[in-house]
């Protein structure tokens, strides 16, 4: 479901609110779930959390079915962001689309999950 890399894709909005390192670690850690062979749901669940420590970011990644989260502390500088943010729910969705070589699939991040992010940044 989410195995192409090639077909990728945000709104102009989001991209522009939600730094690129960032894009990139939600990315990553969906990738890593694909070469793990996990079961992923069509929607995938990020959540971002402030802790105790002003330079890491706590990232919550998972799914509802079949149900799955595991936690990871990134540096804040490694995400293009100047301090931990607090967002809930940053959701990446698995959506096909067919073009003239046949059917292909994208996935998209939507542009009201990196409002917060902007604001708080």
Do not use: A
């Amino acid at each position: 479901m989410f195995s192409n890399q090639l077909n990728r894709y945000i709104t102009r909005r989001g991209n522009e609110r939600g730094p690129y390192l960032l894009q990139k670690k939600l990315w990553q850690l969906i990738d890593e779930s694909v070469k793990r062979k996990e079961r992923l749901d069509y929607l995938q669940v990020f959540k971002l959390e402030k802790e105790d420590s002003q330079y890491l970011q706590k990232i919550t990644y998972g799914q509802e079915k079949p149900r799955r989260e595991t936690n990871s502390h990134q540096p804040v500088n490694y995400l293009g962001l100047k301090r931990p943010v607090n967002l809930n729910n940053v959701y990446v969705t698995f959506r096909s689309c067919l073009s003239k070589e046949g059917k292909t699939f994208s996935v998209l991040i939507s542009e009201v999950l990196f409002k917060i992010v902007s604001e708080e940044l």
